[in-house]
């Protein structure tokens, strides 16, 4: 059985950076926060914050640019998606910061 060298541990480290990279650079260009206290719409349209890292989902199973997380609001399993902040108005915003998923220890 071969084994893989240094180089080989390397290259797979440099692609997941690069892969983190551009899903923030993807994040900002396209107006979306990155962030711990980050506003997200589930599927039956309820607003609450969370945390939005990229490269990294410790309480959600990701699927690309989804993620299926447990919502505070309805507590259903569902996919959630960032919102951007223009789209709200003040008090979407507001309700939403007060409403906000389980937080890590």
């Known amino acids: 059985m071969a084994r893989r060298g240094p180089k080989s541990r390397r290259k797979k480290l440099l692609g997941i950076a690069a892969g983190i990279v551009a899903e923030a650079l993807a994040m900002r260009v396209r107006g979306y926060p990155i962030g711990t206290d ?3 719409r589930c599927r039956r349209d309820h607003l609450f914050s969370t945390i939005w890292l990229p490269g990294v989902s410790v309480k959600s199973l990701r699927l690309i640019w ?14 959630v998606t960032p919102v ?21 220890p």
Request: aromatic letters at 6%.
């Open 38 to 40: 980050v506003i997200v």
């Open 66 to 79: 989804w993620r299926v997380q447990r919502c505070p609001i309805g507590s259903h399993w569902t996919i």
């Open 84 to 104: 951007r902040p223009r789209e709200l108005s003040a008090d979407e915003t507001r309700a939403a910061h007060e409403r906000k998923d389980v937080r890590l």
